[in-house]
């Protein structure tokens, strides 16, 4: 899984009904707890706060809609480099930058 890199959201009304569906259990791009799945060889990055909390959007399409998150997709196709020191700035890792597990995104 070294090449894989996971968008979630704890406010994807499309996954939050999903889970349901599934018996409680936690889908991949779905947050639960503060943090995103969390697996070897996955770049999971936490982009709940580029979603709102209208009730007509799903947040299903974050990493789509998002100026940042598609310039985040575009460097890794066009470069191919991964983190942990080539994310952009606004992708802060988490729990610290000597440590990260996975990424938050955190707008200026």
């Known amino acids: 899984m070294e090449r894989f890199t996971l968008y979630a959201s704890a406010l994807d009304k499309a996954l939050w009904a999903g889970r349901f569906r599934e018996g409680g259990k936690v889908l991949a791009g779905y947050i639960v707890a503060g943090r995103p799945l969390v697996l070897p060889g996955l770049q999971s990055i936490d ?31 066009r470069t191919g480099r991964r983190p942990p020191d080539q994310r952009l700035a606004v992708l802060r890792p988490q729990p610290s930058p000597e440590q990260p597990e996975f990424w938050r995104y955190e707008p200026d």
């Open 47 to 77: 982009v709940s706060a580029a979603g709102s909390l209208g009730l007509k959007n799903l947040n299903h399409d974050v990493f789509a809609s998002n100026p940042v998150m598609m310039e985040d997709i575009r460097q890794l196709l």
